[in-house]
């Protein structure tokens, strides 16, 4: 039986960009295709567990239709696929991915997050060894980027790279907002996306 290797599922209030403040049963994949040095996620364990079992832990927090369903990582894409996506949405929740854009993700996905990060090329994410992985994902409903010196030449090819509905730019790890405040008020067509739960002192 197909199983997924799961770092957590817990429920929270989403933190960051469009759905800021709706709770939010998030599904955390261990694993990912980059190696950013801002990442916060700890990949030395993960959980086996097949589509039901993850979709019977996820409706164990909430069943309205409310509440969003978020694939989020590490990079989900690695593993998400259509079995998965059928058994999450068993009670009508809006299921949400937040992923690096490097690799296509299965139909089905109600909210598409893509957070391409930095590297000498337009449309290219680099690896742990130093390779290059394409942006595969030109296509979301919002695009959220870290704000680091890396970032900075590229934001606004990215914007023309991705179409989306909105773009966020996100300090790093709550250190760097007054530069993205002045970046934002520069250039208007982007919003400011903040680690909200960080402040708040939640997951």
Same mark, same amino acid.
């Given at each position: 039986?197909?199983?997924?290797?799961?770092?957590?599922?817990?429920?929270?209030?989403?933190?960051? *960009?469009?759905?800021?403040?709706?709770?939010? +049963?998030?599904?955390?994949?261990?694993?990912?295709?980059?190696?950013?040095?801002?990442?916060? =996620?700890?990949?030395?364990?993960?959980?086996?567990?097949?589509?039901?079992?993850? /979709?019977?832990?996820?409706?164990? #927090?909430?069943?309205?239709?409310?509440?969003?369903?978020?694939?989020?990582?590490?990079?989900?894409?690695?593993? +998400?696929?259509?079995?998965?996506?059928? &058994?999450?949405?068993?009670?009508?929740?809006? @299921? /949400?991915?937040? $992923?690096?854009?490097?690799?296509?993700?299965?139909? *089905?996905?109600?909210?598409?997050?893509?957070?391409? !990060? &930095?590297?000498?090329?337009?449309? $290219?994410?680099? !690896? &742990?060894? *130093?390779?290059?992985? %394409?942006?595969?994902?030109?296509?979301?409903?919002? +695009?959220?980027?870290?704000?680091? %010196?890396?970032?900075?030449?590229?934001?606004?090819?990215?914007?023309?790279?991705?179409? /989306?509905?909105?773009?966020?730019?996100? %300090?790093?790890?709550? /250190?760097? =907002?007054?530069?993205? @405040?002045? #970046?934002?008020?520069?250039?208007? #067509?982007?919003?400011?996306?903040?680690?909200?739960?960080? #402040?708040?002192?939640?997951?």
């Amino acid at each position: 039986m197909h199983t997924y290797h799961i770092n957590e599922i817990f429920y929270s209030l989403q933190g960051e *960009g469009f759905h800021t403040g709706q709770p939010a +049963v998030f599904v955390r994949f261990a694993g990912c295709n980059l190696r950013c040095p801002f990442c916060d =996620t700890d990949f030395s364990h993960s959980e086996p567990m097949t589509a039901q079992q993850i /979709a019977e832990r996820v409706f164990t #927090y909430s069943t309205d239709p409310h509440t969003l369903i978020v694939l989020t990582g590490g990079e989900p894409s690695l593993q +998400v696929d259509n079995q998965l996506i059928k &058994a999450l949405h068993a009670h009508h929740m809006a @299921i /949400a991915i937040e $992923t690096n854009g490097t690799r296509q993700i299965p139909d *089905g996905i109600d909210w598409v997050t893509v957070s391409p !990060k &930095a590297d000498d090329s337009v449309t $290219t994410s680099t !690896k &742990a060894d *130093g390779s290059v992985t %394409p942006l595969l994902l030109t296509r979301a409903n919002e +695009v959220k980027i870290v704000f680091t %010196p890396q970032t900075l030449p590229l934001l606004d090819h990215w914007r023309s790279t991705i179409q /989306a509905d909105h773009y966020f730019l996100q %300090p790093c790890s709550c /250190a760097n =907002t007054d530069e993205v @405040i002045a #970046y934002i008020l520069a250039h208007p #067509y982007w919003r400011l996306s903040l680690q909200t739960h960080k #402040y708040l002192h939640i997951r």
